[in-house]
């Protein structure tokens, strides 16, 4: 996993959490998807649900509809981060507000297995300044999630559902990497 | 993840609710660039795509587009089922499309016998299966004459009384029963009997109870096959105006079928519609019947009635209810002189909604002519109230020159023949199409069989089949190069090349026939085309009268008015439901086909 990485393939990843908050949210579900070339391998993606008893936040409950009560079925955070790290290899890893979920995965990682990702992370949003920059330096930026959407003219899935961010997502990073290429 | 496709149309609603599942599950994402390239001719396709947003081209290798795709469309079937992709695909706009891999792909095919049947069938059996699935087949009209639906035969001999007849009628309680001759040479022949038969021989007539009951039966026999759809029957007792047919199998006699009993089962009310048109005393209660008309059509389509059951029956009405018009206003010793023909679609059965009125009249010589005309400007107005909006082009018999005498219009066929001109030519189009439906027929008989004798044939055909190629059907629907907002003329495009390039044929081989579909069977009796291109023909048509229809009853509902909506020729491409879009792709590319064949066997390469 310390291998760096030279094939052409990325993984995308998206974090559900009890709250909104790097040293204390808990990872609620997690979804990741591989990328390649033009395609979103949404068959093969790894999409897993906790089965935390953590208290969740009313407000976060509200953005990603994760009650106590559905994550019942939920595997253990330990087996997820098995998963995830088996699913991700030495791919780089991409996301939106990737240091977000780059934090909440470091945590659990560590505390499993007292390493932090080896893996080279891409924000796309970084992706999306670079490509504004190019087409008109005095841009303003207006980083939402939404709004990247939108100017990109990328489709959104089940917002707020790790999976369909993360779908999300992948497009923008593909359609951001032609465009950068 | 929700898929943003919707799996509950054909072809995916063939499948089950758990193949649906596996298929949802199977789907990856594909992302292209505008102008980025998606399969190579040649490749052997990763499996199919079906778009979820953005317009995919179809492209030969000289660069020759077949084909555009857009939201919901899928392909390359072919270019997976068989050993690659004939052609190569490319993203016209930024193009996002679901992926179904290869071998997930066949997975479900081999499961699921409709969604294959669905890939590698004909346009006219996949068509069918949309209809069926459209309408659940539950249409009695659809049901067959068999042995449910037949009564038996009760036969008895010529010679037997009247009051035996009688006895017999009432003990077997049957209405009519068939009557057995002995003809010369042991050959028998058959006819019929009916209870109304009796009671008019005997109370107004002049027998009594033991006259034989050959002299009051009818020896000429309507009949009809065993296994023909109802909707036949109804259709020939509509015309013959008969309460039964007789049912014949291997040239026997084996039942008989009543209008009674197809009554008490038909859903629509088609025969309503006939009955009122039959039973008006007065040119008021025709209109009654004429926008009744209208309503049934859209019964008929909702109740998934296939395409040329409905054409027919509406044709058969609409024709019945200017005979009955003409019969109103002409008196006997007018319209023994005249003859009223439909031109055009009317001509050939194939007008559904009222378009405009294509007509014409023959006089048998000036006398009647001057006779007739008062009347004319007469039925004519009724024909408006009617709904038969005035022919823009003026060809109806109101104008002078589609009203002439029978030495008028020999001598009008023989200035279009002689000249053909593209003007003589559009009129010689629109009359060969002709069909005499009222007042004195025989008139119009002499003149049909004067084109068909003549001796030019090939030449004038050749002109004749010049504006069926004029036009390269529209094989691009969607994307960028249209400027027409995604309407397709579908009149233009498909339907009148095609029934243009048949009628050039039929004109050709001095065809009788002037439906479109006859003269494609007939053309393929005389081997002038293949079974296989003609059947593709037929479907096409039927595919496009299909779609217009919908399109036409679906924008007619939206506006709420009636008047126009068969004039409508427009087809919104992108509003069409994909399969729709897919069989619409296929009847073109025949149509296209169609074309290459008539420019090669008219020599029309350098026009």
């Known amino acids: 996993m310390e291998e760096p990485y030279w094939g052409d393939e990325a993984v995308v990843v998206d974090c559900e959490t009890s709250h909104f908050d790097r040293n204390t949210g808990e990872l609620l579900s997690l979804a990741t998807v591989k990328v390649v070339n033009h395609t979103v391998q949404l068959s093969s993606a790894l999409e897993v649900t906790l089965n935390t008893d953590t208290h969740t936040d009313p ?9 106590r ?4 079925h939920g595997i253990s955070s330990d087996e997820a981060i098995d998963k995830f790290l088996n699913f991700v290899g030495n791919r780089p890893i991409c996301g939106f507000f990737i240091n977000y979920d780059r934090s909440i995965l470091n945590r659990y990682v560590h505390a499993r297995y007292g390493f932090h990702l080896p893996n080279e992370f891409i924000e796309v949003s970084q992706l999306y300044i670079r490509y504004l920059r190019k087409k008109n330096p005095n841009l303003q930026d207006n980083l939402t999630f939404e709004h990247l959407a ?18 999300s997502t992948a497009l923008m990073y593909i359609k951001l990497s032609k465009k950068l290429s | 993840m929700t898929v943003n496709i919707d799996l509950r149309q054909p072809p995916f609603s063939f499948l089950t609710e758990s193949q649906r599942s596996y298929l949802a599950h199977q789907l990856d994402m594909k992302f292209y660039a505008k102008g980025e390239a998606i399969l190579t001719a040649g490749q052997h396709a990763p499996g199919i795509f079906i778009i979820y947003k953005g317009v995919v081209e179809e492209q030969g290798r000289d660069g020759q587009v077949f084909s555009q795709y857009g939201i919901e469309d899928i392909f390359d079937v072919r270019g997976v089922l068989e050993s690659g992709c004939k052609h190569s695909y490319h993203a016209v706009e930024e193009t996002l499309c679901y992926f179904l891999e290869r071998h997930d792909f066949i997975e479900l095919l081999n499961k699921n ?10 346009l006219g059996s996949r068509e069918l299966l949309i209809e069926q699935q459209d309408a659940g087949l539950s249409e009695f009209i659809l049901a067959r004459i068999d042995e449910d639906t037949l009564r038996p035969l009760i036969i008895i001999d010529a010679d037997t009384t009247l009051a035996v007849v009688a006895e017999t009628m009432k003990s077997e309680k049957a209405d009519a029963l068939l009557v057995q001759q002995q003809v010369e040479h042991a050959a028998t022949r058959f006819g019929i009997v ?3 038969d009796l009671l008019q021989a005997v109370l107004t007539g002049p027998y009594d109870k033991y006259t034989p009951v050959e002299k009051v039966a009818t020896f000429e026999l309507i009949g009809i096959d065993y296994g023909d759809y109802l909707y036949q029957a109804l259709l020939v007792m509509t015309q013959h105006h008969l309460e039964r047919l007789v049912v014949r199998q291997d040239q026997q006699w084996v039942g008989m079928i009543e209008l009674k009993d197809l009554l008490s089962s038909f859903s629509t009310h088609s025969h309503i519609v006939a009955m009122r048109i039959d039973q008006a005393n007065t040119v008021d209660d025709l209109v009654i019947a004429a926008g009744r008309l209208h309503k049934l059509i859209a019964n008929l389509d909702r109740h998934g009635v296939k395409m040329i059951a409905i054409t027919s029956l509406i044709t058969t009405l609409n024709r019945r209810l200017m005979q009955r018009a003409f019969d109103m206003i002409m008196p006997l010793q007018v319209r023994q ?7 055009g679609s009317e001509g050939r059965g194939e007008q559904i909604l009222k378009t405009d009125q294509d007509n014409a009249v023959i006089f048998r010589d000036e006398d009647s002519a001057t006779q007739a005309q008062p009347l004319l400007n007469e039925f004519h107005e009724v024909l408006l109230r009617f709904g038969y909006p005035p022919c823009p082009g003026g060809v109806m018999f109101i104008n002078r020159p589609w009203a002439k005498t029978v030495a008028g219009w020999h001598k009008q066929i023989q200035t279009w023949l002689n000249n053909p001109t593209p003007d003589a030519m559009m009129n010689l189009s629109i009359f060969i199409d002709g069909e005499a439906i009222a007042g004195e027929v025989d008139l119009y008989t002499d003149i049909s069989s004067s084109w068909r004798a003549s001796h030019e044939h090939s030449i004038v055909a050749s002109r004749l089949a010049l504006p069926a190629v004029k036009f390269s059907p529209p094989i691009t629907l969607l994307g960028k190069l249209k400027d027409d907002h995604g309407a397709l003329d579908i009149k233009k495009g498909g339907i009148f090349p095609l029934v243009h390039g048949v009628r050039a044929l039929a004109f050709e081989f001095g065809l009788h026939e002037t439906n479109t579909l006859d003269r494609l069977d007939r053309l393929v009796t005389q081997r002038v085309l293949t079974a296989h291109m003609a059947q593709g023909l037929k479907d096409s048509l039927v595919l496009f009268l299909r779609i217009r229809l919908r399109h036409q009853l679906l924008a007619e509902s939206m506006q709420d008015s009636a008047n126009s909506a068969g004039l409508n020729q427009n087809i919104q491409v992108d ?8 069989l619409l792709r296929h009847g073109l590319h025949r149509v296209k086909k169609f074309r290459q ?11």
Request: hydrophobic share 40%.
């Open chain 2, 113 to 122: 016998a409709d969604f294959s049947m669905f890939f590698d069938s004909d």
């Open chain 1, 69 to 72: 009560e559905d994550r019942f």
């Open chain 1, 150 to 167: 939108e100017e990109l003219n990328i489709p959104i899935f089940d917002r707020h559902t790790a999976l369909g961010d993360a779908t």
């Open chain 2, 597 to 607: 064949w008539l420019i090669q066997h008219y020599h029309l390469e350098n026009f």
């Open chain 2, 194 to 196: 009916t209870g109304t």
């Open chain 1, 59 to 67: 407000q976060a409950v509200r953005i990603h509809g994760l009650r």
């Open chain 2, 337 to 343: 002189n005249v003859c009223l023909l439909v031109l």
């Open chain 2, 575 to 582: 509003e069409l439901r994909s399969v729709d879009r897919s």
